[in-house]
């Protein structure tokens, strides 16, 4: 969105308001969030009533823009300020909101975007795989078995998305699973040495490794590209100066959102079109 557009629409309530409701409905049936129906009648300007189970609710009920009590323009500089990589203590100072009241919002679009994670295709023709750490102290073992670090999956497409997880382990049962999930099957995967990725071709997988101790790349054979976002999310999570481990998978698909749509200039539509979508239940 160009700045004299948002500028247009950050203007009034009303229009920042009309918006977001595009954003709500303009894909979708009008359904109740208590029962699901679709026969929904609009029984005052701001309320709607289900035609089966008569509940009673509003356009935003039960989405995640209900999370927060403010304005819908208040929302729209949340937006803008986010898409911006503001921090949240500046994005306060310049909209004249408590600090607390915008670490909230800037929480709750991140579960937008974890959201998403399982609307997402499978990935497919070539694929590289590999796992990082993330967090704990600087000084003793880096990498493989360093102690306090949170260990993170990754699977990238080559001139497409990377999907990113925090995981419990790096074992081969763990990757494994997450390979089958998220990678078409007969997809050609890429990875280092690392002995878990040895039974990906008993997974349907075509599979080649790199040996990181002689070379980093052979030919087609490397993972460049996924060690290209590890150094991208990394850097980017310097500046929150730590995260919760219970915060972190939501800061790490903030990281995922912002890799896949780096090239992209709409970023706050999308973040709005999230945000009207009803919560979902995390596991």
Known sequence: MDLKTFQDIVYKEEKAKRFFLRQRWQARRKTCPHCEHVRVLRIRRQRLRCARCRYEFGDFTGTYLALLRIEFREWLWLLK???????????????????????????????ALAAQDRDFPLLRGEVEADEAYFGGRRKGKRGRGAAGKVPVFGILERAGQVRVEVVPNVKAET??????????????????????????????????????SQRFASGKVFINGLEGFWSYAKERLIKFHGVSKEKFPFYLKEMEFRYNHRKENNLLVILAEYLTQPVAKLL
């Open 81 to 111: 300020l986010f898409e911006l990589e503001v921090s949240a203590r500046k994005a306060a100072r310049q909209l004249g909101l408590s600090y607390p009241t915008v670490l909230k919002g800037f929480q709750v679009i991140r579960q």
């Open 175 to 212: 990757l494994l699973t997450l390979a089958v999930k998220k990678v078409r099957r007969g997809s050609m995967v890429y990875t280092d040495r690392y002995q878990s990725y040895d039974s990906l071709m008993f997974c349907g997988f075509r599979h080649l490794q790199v040996d990181h």
